[in-house]
C-alpha cells in the first residue's frame, strides 16, 4: 500500500487539500506554496523549544497578579498563588493551577524536545508512541491560557478603582510567552517526520 507521498500527492499546510505535488507549484485552491514537508520543521521547533525554556524563568520568577488593597500592594507568583490557595483551604483550585501552569508547560517542552531528539538520533523510532505523545501535546495546548483567562476574570470582577484592584503582572506576559512559544513549537513539528524516520 503506497504512502500520499509515494504516490506524489501533498497536502496543502494551509487549507489541508490534497493535490498532486509538484516542486514549487501552489496550492489551486488558497495559493500557498506546497511542501512535501513543513519547511526546517526540526530547527524551528527547537528554536521555539529554546525561547520557550528561557521564558519559564521570568514566567514563575516574577509577579503574575498585582493586587492592591487599600494602597498596600500584594504581588504573588505562580507558586506564591499555589501556596495561598493550599493556605485557604482551596487544595483543589490549587492542584488545578499547578498542573495547569507548572507541570503542563514543562512536559510539553520535554515532550516535543524527546520527539526531536529522537527524530535526529541514529536509532530507529516508535513511531506510534511518538505519535501518541504528539497528539497529545498538541491537544492539550489550547488549554495551557487557564491561568490567563482566570486572571482576566478577577480583573474584570474585582476591580473596584483605587481601593480595591487587582491587575496581571510581568510574570503573566512570560507565562503567555511560554504558553505561545510551546503551540507554535508543536505546530511546527511536522508529525510526518516519524514515518518517514521509519520507512528509511
Known sequence: MLSAREAGLCRCHTCGLLVKFREGADCPRCGSALHARIPHSLAWTWGLLALATFMLLPANLLPITLFYNKG????????????????????????????????????????????????????????????????????IGRWSMLDLFVISL????????????????????????VVVLTMLSAKMLDPRLLWDKAAR
Open 72 to 139: 498596600t500592594l500584594q504581588a504573588d507568583t505562580i507558586f506564591s498563588g499555589i501556596l495561598s490557595l493550599i493556605r485557604n483551604h482551596m487544595s483543589g483550585i490549587a492542584a488545578i493551577v499547578f498542573v495547569a501552569s507548572i507541570v503542563v508547560p514543562i512536559m510539553k517542552i520535554i515532550g516535543l524536545a524527546w520527539i526531536c531528539l529522537q527524530l535526529q538520533c541514529a536509532r530507529p523510532v516508535r513511531r506510534k508512541r511518538q505519535l501518541v505523545m504528539y497528539r497529545i501535546i498538541d491537544f
Open 154 to 177: 478577577m480583573v474584570a470582577l474585582v476591580d473596584r478603582g483605587t481601593l480595591l484592584n487587582v491587575s496581571a503582572g510581568p510574570g503573566a506576559t512570560a507565562f503567555a510567552g
